[in-house]
């Protein structure tokens, strides 16, 4: 990852004009685009080699495009369901897309949006046949072999997280 090194007035402003980047396969995402029209937060749809959102920097703020799309992704999963078929009958293509994140060394945020998270999971509050056992593994697993940072929300929350999280990563990174 490249080395920055701008002023505390500078990440302030190159964070505001941070570009969400939205992989355009991604499905069912009207209330995260809501989210961002109503904040007024810029996004544009584009293929991502692996996650749902990363971000980048525009030239006009930052003297050239500054793109972190190799350095940190949110995958979105909308329900416990969606991440057991991942899990259980895509775990290969699944699998995939972790590797190339590892092999680029990015940070990959797991954001499933569900907010009973792991006592749903335990409870099996979930409609397929996957158990609470084998998911559990699974899912842990996951955290470990690709240091994935999982994390369980209300759909209601889910564009604040991405851009909170994305904000809070550039102003770390940039300084």
């Not at 692996?50 to 003297?63: L, Q, R, T, V």
């Not at 495009?65 to 057991?84: C, G, M, T």
């Not at 895509?90 to 006592?119: C, H, T, W």
């Not at 240091?147 to 604040?160: E, L, P, T």
């Amino acid at each position: 990852m490249r080395q920055y090194r701008f002023s505390l007035e500078d990440i302030k402003r190159l964070t505001k004009s941070m570009i969400i980047l939205v992989d355009s396969r991604e499905k069912s995402n009207a209330h995260i685009l809501d989210y961002f029209r109503k904040q007024h937060v810029a996004y544009e749809e584009t293929k991502l080699d692996y996650g749902d959102y990363s971000f980048y920097i525009p030239a006009e703020a930052a003297g050239e495009d500054i793109y972190f799309h190799r350095d940190i992704v949110i995958e979105r999963k909308a329900s416990l369901e969606e991440l057991s078929g991942n899990l259980a009958q895509q775990r290969e293509r699944f699998e995939k897309e972790f590797l190339r994140a590892r092999n680029d060394r990015a940070k990959v945020y797991l954001m499933i949006e569900a907010p009973g998270g792991y006592s749903d999971i335990v409870a099996h509050k979930y409609r397929t046949e996957f158990s609470p056992a084998s998911y559990m593994a699974s899912l842990k697993t996951w955290e470990h072999r690709f240091n994935a940072n999982v994390q369980f929300i209300d759909r209601q929350f889910s564009g604040y997280y991405i851009l909170s999280t994305f904000t809070y990563y550039a102003r770390e990174v940039l300084k």
